[in-house]
């Protein structure tokens, strides 16, 4: 009767200690799935701030598009290129691969 005390014990502490175990990878996962969103929210909001980027240069090189008719930059004379898009995309993308190396 008391060995299977004793066993019931130790089982006992087995188990509790094996729970306390359990519990610190559960809390290690989440942590780690924690910071996974975080980065995913951090690459979204430089993926958004890109957006808003592109928007702006291109009002700024090209914000008289309309009044002449044509895709020059109004602080020169030569053409860009035949798709004034391309040339900010290009710039940006590089950009982002830059922040992402880092």
């Known amino acids: 009767m008391k060995e299977t005390r004793e066993k019931e014990k130790i089982t006992s502490e087995n188990i509790l200690e094996k729970l306390g175990l359990l519990d610190e990878d559960i809390e ?43 895709i020059y930059d109004k602080k020169s004379t030569e053409i860009k290129d035949e798709n004034p898009f391309q040339n900010t995309r290009r710039e940006l993308y590089q950009d982002e691969l830059n922040d992402n190396d880092e």
Do not use: F, P
Request: proline share 0%; net charge neutral.
């Open 28 to 70: 290690n996962s989440i942590a780690e799935e924690i910071k996974k969103c975080e980065e995913d929210t951090e690459k979204a909001k430089r993926h958004l701030s890109s957006t808003d980027k592109i928007k702006k240069v291109m009002k700024e090189r090209y914000s008289d598009i309309n009044e002449t008719g044509s």
